[in-house]
């Protein structure tokens, strides 16, 4: 084996005139030794190259090196052209590549030797990626990096960039998410034990440390906790916190069917967004009957806002305004009024008395170990954001005419700048996500526990906090839009809005100030995380025959394509 002669988290191994080849992230290519002629003597030759990533946290602990896969090296180590067991999604375990693996020492995770494949032996792990056995697969939701992989070099030079950035990868978008939580934040560190004079693991102040069971509201229907939950109940929103985003549409009104067009506004990684300073619970749910209600304790109320008279304070008078009968409502995700009592996280709560509401608490499950857990990752994910932006032109200082010029023909950029853009976005968006991972694959019963509820980062209360703040952010800028233009949304889809407009420009629908810049708390164009870009425009005629069909126009206004469909 080669001494150390390069550090990088990762090389993409590929084969040339017949020899086993290693594109590295600096775009070089160096030559693997002879002595490299299976899965277990690549492992060795990783480690002694210097492949591998530091830690990100003093906490932490470095990152071992990550293998990827071309088809031409999965055939050059002695490994099957494609997985045979399509359920599994894995190698046999009596392959012979798997036996050598075994025979030099190696271990494997539980998943075993498959698209994502990770070794251990003693106090060292090497990661492989197969590339022809799908580790960039649509539903790992890597955007256009399977694009990508189709020319070493560039798949290199791609996930070295995502490695720097965000961290190296481990598995779908979604697990890099919740491996840079773990990774920026440590669940433990090592300290040393005066009375064993041994070290021990103690739990990091502010981390994730342990596994928690969610408060009652906040189970999944498969959970244990949720055993007794009749099918009615699981429906009612009384016994269930059902935090969502916001799918909404509507008829236009006969003045707003004069309108020429219709305008979506998109808001940049709106998740990531909502994250930012976000006060999370740490700690176990503990439950109180009729608390006040306080926006500085995270949990799950139950609250009653059937009543409740939608206003806010107008801009110039300061006098309180009733929104239009037209508004949806931002306390359910279908814009409807709440028909009765219901579980809140507490930003909607939060959101419920600035626009004057007076919120009661029934009950609530309360969480008084808080703080900042998704601060750092959001840190890190928004550079990785505004550094890809900044590769592909797109800067902060851009004035809007340019900004929008620029997104618009971002595509026609540099693809492999647009891969590694998406899949940022995707790792924002998935690490949510999978803080409510549903169980997959057969379990001894309906609600017997899953693989992972024994996670630290299984928290659907985080999940739905982080919701709540991004649909109720939104919403606070559709109220400033109103009430500085009139303006009311059409339709909306998570994170996007449509308008009216006289215009086929989201210039003419963002509300502004009388000297023409952007209004403090409204939509705002611009590439930063919270902002907003333009997501499509249509004419009228359109919209209508989309509400016709009974389909959100904000699901297809984006060139027609299903933004569900496709996980945007």
Request: proline share 8%; hydrophobic share 40%.
């Amino acid at each position: 084996m080669t001494e150390t002669t390069y550090t990088a988290p990762l090389v993409v191994l590929d084969t040339a005139d017949g020899s086993l080849v290693a594109h590295r992230p600096d775009v070089q290519r160096v030559d693997v030794p002879a002595d490299v002629v299976d899965l277990a003597t690549a492992a060795e030759w990783a480690l002694a190259y210097g492949l591998g990533s530091a830690k990100l946290s003093r906490h932490g602990e470095d990152i071992g090196p990550l293998l990827v896969l071309t088809e031409s090296a999965v055939e050059f180590l002695g490994l099957p052209a494609r997985l045979e067991d399509r359920k599994g999604l894995r190698v046999p375990d009596d392959h012979p590549a798997f036996e050598a693996l075994t025979e030099a020492g190696w271990s494997l995770s539980r998943a075993g030797l498959g698209a994502w494949t990770f070794l251990f032996r003693e106090r060292v792990e090497v990661h492989v990626a197969v590339v022809p056995w799908g580790c960039f697969a649509d539903h790992l939701r890597w955007g256009g990096i399977e694009d990508v992989a189709a020319d070493p070099g560039a798949l290199a030079y791609t996930l070295g960039l995502y490695a720097e950035r965000v961290i190296s990868p481990t598995g779908s978008t979604a697990g890099c998410s919740l491996a840079l939580m773990a990774a920026v934040r440590p669940p433990t560190r090592a300290t040393f034990d005066r009375g064993t004079g041994r070290m021990r693991r103690t739990p990091v102040e502010g981390s994730l440390s342990r596994p928690i069971d969610p408060a009652p509201p906040e189970a999944l229907d498969e959970h244990p906790i949720a055993a007794d939950r009749t099918r009615d109940q699981a429906k009612d929103p009384a016994h269930v916190l059902v935090e969502e985003a916001l799918a909404w549409y509507r008829e236009p009104t006969e003045a707003e069917t004069a309108a020429p067009y219709v305008v979506g506004l998109d808001v940049n990684v709106a998740f990531l967004a909502a994250a930012n300073r976000l006060t999370v619970g740490l700690g176990e749910a503990v439950y109180t009957d009729g608390p006040k209600f306080d926006k500085k304790i995270p949990g799950a109320w139950l609250v009653d806002l059937s009543g409740a008279v939608l206003r806010t304070k107008d801009l110039r008078t300061k006098e309180w305004r009733e929104l239009p009968a037209h508004f949806p409502s931002p306390f359910t995700p279908d814009g409807r009024a709440p028909a009765g009592p219901a579980w809140y996280a507490t930003p909607t709560l939060a959101y419920a008395v600035e626009l004057g509401i007076d919120v009661r608490p029934i009950a609530a499950w309360l969480r008084p170990e808080a703080g900042g857990y998704l601060d750092l990752w959001h840190n890190r994910l928004r550079a990785a954001y505004m550094d890809t932006l900044a590769d592909l032109g797109i800067t902060e200082d851009m004035d809007e005419e340019a900004f929008l010029s620029a997104m618009a023909t971002i595509k026609e950029r540099d693809p492999d700048a647009v891969a590694l853009l998406a899949a940022i976005k995707q790792t924002a968006k998935g690490g949510i996500g999978k803080m409510r991972e549903r169980p997959q694959g057969k379990r001894a019963g309906r609600h017997a526990p899953w693989p992972a509820l024994k996670r630290p980062t299984w928290r659907p209360d985080i999940r739905a906090a982080v919701i709540s703040a991004a649909r109720v952010g939104a919403y606070r800028k559709m109220v400033k839009t109103w009430n500085a233009t009139g303006l009311v949304p059409l339709a909306v889809l998570s994170d996007c809005v449509i308008y009216p407009s006289a215009y086929p420009t989201a210039r003419a629908v963002v509300p502004r100030k009388e000297d023409g810049t952007p209004l403090p708390g409204g939509f705002r164009l611009g590439p930063n995380p919270g902002y907003c870009k333009e997501e499509g425009v249509r004419d009228m005629t359109w919209y209508r025959e989309m509400v016709a069909k009974q389909a959100n126009p904000a699901r297809f206004i984006k060139e027609g394509r299903d933004a569900v469909r496709e996980g945007e």
